[in-house]
């Protein structure tokens, strides 16, 4: 069985500032890895996602993850916040059965000027 | 990356009746996605919805209550039976891109039971 666990579910950073959301996994086979953001009222857009390859993937709007696979983590990162950052950022889990995911709980992120 | 398009995107419904919820992709799907999504909570997978076949339930979802149609590759409905204020969520549907790997998502139907 596959799982994901955020570690806070609020994070709040200043305008300017490292933005660090983290993420960590359970599966038993080689993972698939996303990062998703949640705007209020609407769906989710896909950040990132890691398959196989370079460790390190670089997604929308500035954000990166960095795959560790002795550590089972997928922490997200932005070396500079922004006040259009503030949403709710999901990390999610596949086993590649065609998309179906499996969700951490979620972490708000909050960004102060 | 596909497009999906959910609608209704919101509605309030009296509880004891049925809503459902229309999902329709750009392009030819195998598998379709249904979630839910409780508020202030993260997205828990309702079921599969498998073109040709019954939907494959998850653990806690049961037809009678989330009945699911999926009558060509590009469509999927979802209905709520039998509403009760706890059916108060978002529902999602998502389809896999073209590399089958990332889940697209719709805009979500913001369901309120009153």
């Known amino acids: 069985a596959q799982s994901v666990t955020q570690l806070g579910s609020h994070v709040s950073v200043s305008e300017g500032a490292l933005v660090l959301l983290r993420c960590n996994y359970s599966?038993?086979?080689?993972?698939?890895l996303f990062w998703y953001v949640q705007y209020p009222n609407q769906g989710l857009q896909l950040l990132l996602k890691y398959t196989t390859g370079a460790t390190l993937v670089k997604g929308i709007n500035g954000f990166e993850a960095e795959f560790k696979k002795s550590e089972t983590s997928f922490h997200l990162t932005k070396p500079s916040a922004h006040m259009s950052d503030a949403a709710e950022y999901f990390c999610a889990v596949s086993d590649n059965q065609g998309g179906k995911l499996i969700f951490g709980q979620g972490t708000e992120l909050s960004v102060k000027p | 990356s596909a497009v999906i398009s959910q609608k209704p995107s919101r509605d309030i419904c009296q509880r004891g009746t049925s809503l459902t919820i229309q999902c329709q992709v750009d392009s030819q799907v195998t598998m379709m996605f249904w979630y839910r999504q409780q508020p202030g909570q993260s997205l828990t997978l309702i079921a599969t919805a498998n073109q040709g076949s019954e939907a494959t339930y998850e653990s806690g979802f049961v037809i009678d209550k989330f009945p699911i149609s999926r009558p060509n590759l590009t469509f999927s409905t979802l209905t709520v039976s039998n509403m009760s204020p706890e059916d108060s969520s978002i529902y999602l549907c998502s389809a896999p891109g073209q590399s089958n790997t990332e889940a697209f998502f719709g805009q979500g139907t913001r369901l309120t039971v009153v």
């Open positions: 599966s038993s086979v080689p993972p698939y």
